[in-house]
């Protein structure tokens, strides 16, 4: 299969969808692998890292697509991306549909098959496509909001760690899934007090193990949430619905309950946001102030360390992508968790979360959802 990597054009994106050791694998299998000319300078790979792996070097993302039957990518095709492609190609990638209708009918338009990589599962119920970077996205959101506490930044002049004599920050954390726990244990390393509200009574009772017992964990209630981001200096929202958008958990009326100048970080922001007040933001301008309270909402916190970023996707995605290459869609018959994965087909959506959320028809093509 001929298979393309463009250059990522989202603002602040610097990841790529495959490294010169994932382009390797899919040479030794026998498929040829394009790179748009300086896709991988973000992440650090070089072109001449590319041809050494057995990649041929493309001048533009015209020429990647022109000439590929499957396009690997990290984030979500932007309009001109989706615009490009054709009703025989694969798109292997981000997509986060359900809150975006305009990417979502820009690729039922184009016909193209859209496997995303937030939708492929494993035999235990877990996504591990996303995992990789929802570890990275757990982790980076406890250094931003150890910075964003600072009264330079915005925040209450709160140090996060505290010294002798004085308290630590508390942390709260909504959602105890991989964001949730990569962010609760980082917290808990540097120093703060932590707090994991969870549904999940099993998934607590792991918490609890993994971490010696030193983080609270409460049962994620209205009650108990509005009672723990009272007392909150900083709030991580690390909630996540498979394919779905985020629920509103901190409402506008809750900010005035809160400290002034603690901080929201919405790791759901690429779901829609897991505040009713939060609205995506960049790398470059990344917070904004509500009531007093401190909003970071950074869409695509993973893209601040692309090269430990695009290594850890591909390790997570190089198995699922040498299926598609080898086999093409035969790949989504023989395996259930990689046709979960697909959300778009011949015009059609086929995930039903993202149709739930769009108000729209679907389609189970390959009965991954019986």
Wanted: aromatic residues 6%; contains cysteine; glycine residues 10%.
């Amino acid at each position: 299969m001929r298979v393309g990597v463009p250059k990522e054009i989202k603002k602040n994106e610097h990841r790529i969808g495959l490294t010169p050791t994932a382009v390797r694998e899919y040479v030794a299998h026998g498929h040829t692998v394009a790179i748009q000319k300086g896709a991988g300078e973000g992440a650090g790979f070089s072109d001449k890292d590319y041809t050494a792996a057995g990649a041929t070097i493309l001048p533009d993302a015209q020429s990647v697509f022109d000439n590929s039957d499957m396009i690997v990518k990290v984030k979500e095709p932007q309009k001109v991306e989706w615009e490009m492609l054709r009703p025989d190609q694969i798109l292997f990638t981000y997509l986060h549909l359900a809150p975006d209708p305009d990417q979502t009918h820009g690729l039922l338009n184009s016909g193209c098959a859209a496997v995303a990589y937030e939708t492929v599962t494993d035999a235990k119920g877990g996504l591990p496509l996303l995992a990789p970077m929802s570890e990275v996205a757990g982790r980076i959101a406890v250094f931003s909001a150890a910075e964003t506490l600072l009264k330079h930044n915005g925040g209450m002049g709160l140090l996060f760690c505290g010294v002798p004599g004085v308290a630590p920050a508390r942390v709260v954390v909504l959602g105890g899934g991989v964001v949730g726990l990569n962010a609760a244990r980082m917290a808990l390393g540097l120093g703060a007090e932590v707090v994991v509200m969870e549904r999940s009574i099993p998934r607590m009772a792991y918490i609890d193990e993994v971490t010696g017992g030193r983080v609270i964990t409460r049962y994620s209630s209205i009650n108990a949430i509005e009672e723990e981001i009272i007392k909150a200096d900083v709030v991580i929202g690390a909630v996540l619905v498979p394919g779905a958008s985020a629920p509103k958990l901190v409402s506008r009326d809750d900010l005035k309950k809160m400290k002034n100048g603690s901080v929201l970080v919405d790791v759901a922001i690429d779901q829609g946001g897991c505040f009713e007040t939060s609205h995506p933001t960049t790398h470059e301008d990344p917070t904004y102030v509500i009531d007093g309270v401190v909003h970071y909402c950074v869409a695509n916190m993973p893209g601040a360390a692309p090269r430990t970023s695009s290594e850890a996707l591909n390790n997570a995605t190089l198995p699922f992508g040498l299926m598609l290459a080898d086999k093409g869609l035969d790949a989504l018959k023989a395996n259930p968790h990689l046709a979960r994965g697909l959300n778009v087909m011949g015009g059609k959506l086929t995930n039903p979360a993202v149709a739930e959320a769009l108000n729209m028809e679907w389609v189970d093509p390959y009965g991954a959802w019986k």
